[in-house]
């Protein structure tokens, strides 16, 4: 079945620096999303990517979608201690929910 | 407004038993889908259900089942439970059956099988 492999697995920085995180797959997708799920709760969309090598901001946060459309990037500038939670990427390659693979998250940790 | 919400919020279990989880969509949303998060993974899809009809099923066995009722709340069923099957159960609810990046995640029932 289709796998995606998101790298780090996690992360410890420092506060105030930049983060880079990305998800790979052998698959073509032709949606990349990516989400943030805090302790308890339900995972939240962070950006959602639509065309290869587009690149969307959201705040400090800013994504792209690679040309091969096999991978996406999430970068996260100045990190701040609410950034602490685990970060999903997920592919999406038709148009419905069964159709949505989750990478297996990165873990980010802000010390002060 | 209220988002998703799930219930109950803890579940314990024992192997062999048989569980049954609740949601409620938000306000409009027509569809619900349900998902398996295992302890160190992402989600995993489970079932899509709009308008009271199943729309997709992912890779999970006949032990799981579910429905939605005509308010748009559905119900998540797994029978025998095992082991494997203690996770994080999200539900997400969007306003019509496409569109996964129009979905909204409720906070999930944890479901521990003894």
């Known amino acids: 079945g289709q796998q995606l492999n998101q790298s780090p697995q996690s992360m410890f920085i420092q506060e105030g620096e930049d983060v880079s995180m990305n998800c790979t797959s052998s698959s073509i997708f032709n949606t990349w999303l990516w989400y943030k799920q805090d302790p308890g709760e339900g995972p939240v969309l962070l950006i959602a990517l639509y065309k290869a090598g587009e690149l969307t901001s959201n705040g400090r946060l800013t994504a792209q979608f690679g040309i091969t459309r096999k991978d996406s990037f999430l970068n996260i500038s100045a990190s701040i201690p609410s950034d602490v939670g685990i970060y999903f990427c997920a592919g999406l390659y038709g148009g419905s929910q069964g159709n949505l693979i989750f990478g297996k998250g990165t873990k980010l940790s802000v010390k002060p | 407004d209220a988002g998703v919400t799930q219930s109950p919020t803890h579940l314990i279990k024992t192997r062999g038993q048989q569980v049954t989880l609740r949601c409620s969509p938000i306000?409009?949303?027509?569809?619900v889908s349900w998902y398996q998060q295992v302890l160190g993974q992402g989600p995993q899809f489970i079932f899509q259900?709009?308008?009271?009809?199943?729309?997709g099923r992912g890779n999970f066995p006949d032990r799981f089942s579910a429905r939605q009722f005509p308010n748009y709340s559905s119900e998540l069923n797994v029978n025998a439970l095992l082991l494997g099957d203690s996770a994080l159960y999200l539900c997400?609810?969007?306003?019509?059956?496409?569109?996964?990046?129009?979905?909204?995640f409720g906070p999930g029932t944890r479901l521990l099988v003894l």
């Open positions: 259900y709009y308008e009271k009809e199943e729309r």
């Open positions: 997400a609810s969007s306003p019509g059956p496409g569109g996964a990046e129009t979905q909204y």
């Open positions: 306000s409009g949303h027509k569809s």
